[in-house]
């Protein structure tokens, strides 16, 4: 974070920043050195799990025009199907305009709160899986931390399933457990040793990059 006074901020950063501490809330924004648009560029940034990123994604309701924010967990795709049941209408996509003149903020910065217009929000309860949360802060660059109950009680908003339920990630184990020594990788799976170990503690996203990554290998041997 560079010693930057908040005037000479971005004005959707300092508005949130300002917002956050008229509220009384106890983490201030941090403005981070370089941009995180994507929930796996903020989690490496903070050295956090994807998960705890609570991503931003709007859509627009198609019967009245509506802006949808759903919060969302940031290793979790959003399920269209539920939210529109959900908010009682087609969901329609929301491109960067529709999403700066609802919003206030650019995409990649929409903070869960203090917005331009009312939106029609939903909070994923797969959030709360943390005790802590960190989420856009009015700007790429911005963001802060806060809990998930904290998040419920500054939006306003209902807990919801919003998110598609994949199913569990299988393990490439082929019972053949044998490391080649020229190339470090298990003859029978192509994972390496510490993919292995690993294993059992990864995430299902984490799961599915490293089957990505076996298929490249195994493509390549």
């Known amino acids: 974070m560079s010693a930057v006074t908040l005037p000479e901020r971005p004005e959707g950063f300092r508005r949130v920043t300002q917002l956050l501490e008229r509220l009384g809330h106890p983490h201030a924004p941090v403005f981070l050195d370089a941009a995180v648009r994507t929930s796996q560029e903020a989690a490496d940034a903070l050295g956090i799990a994807v998960g705890q990123i609570a991503k931003s994604v709007v859509f627009r309701r198609i019967d009245d025009d509506a802006a949808v924010l759903v919060i969302t967990s940031g290793d979790k795709r959003v399920d269209e199907k539920k939210v529109a049941a959900l908010v009682g209408g087609k969901l329609g996509r929301a491109d ?5 003149a609802r919003t206030g903020f650019s ?6 709160l203090g917005h ?3 939106l029609v929000t939903l909070i994923d309860r797969e959030l709360f899986r943390f005790a ?10 911005g963001v802060f931390q806060l809990s998930p109950q904290q998040l419920e009680s500054l939006v306003g908003a209902p807990v919801a399933d919003v998110v598609k339920h994949e199913e569990p990630v299988p393990s490439p184990c082929t019972s053949v457990c044998r490391m080649n020594a020229d190339t470090g990788l298990c003859e029978g799976c192509f994972r390496t040793l510490d993919e292995i170990a690993a294993w059992s503690r990864m995430e299902e996203h984490e799961k ?7 298929d490249q290998r195994k493509a390549s041997a």
Do not use: M, Q, S, Y
Request: aromatic share 10%.
């Open 96 to 100: 960067a305009d529709f999403v700066k």
């Open 107 to 112: 995409i990649g910065g929409v903070a869960p």
């Open 116 to 118: 331009a217009t009312p």
């Open 132 to 141: 802590e949360i960190w989420a856009a802060a009015g700007h790429p660059n």
């Open 208 to 214: 599915r990059a490293v089957w990505h990554r076996l």
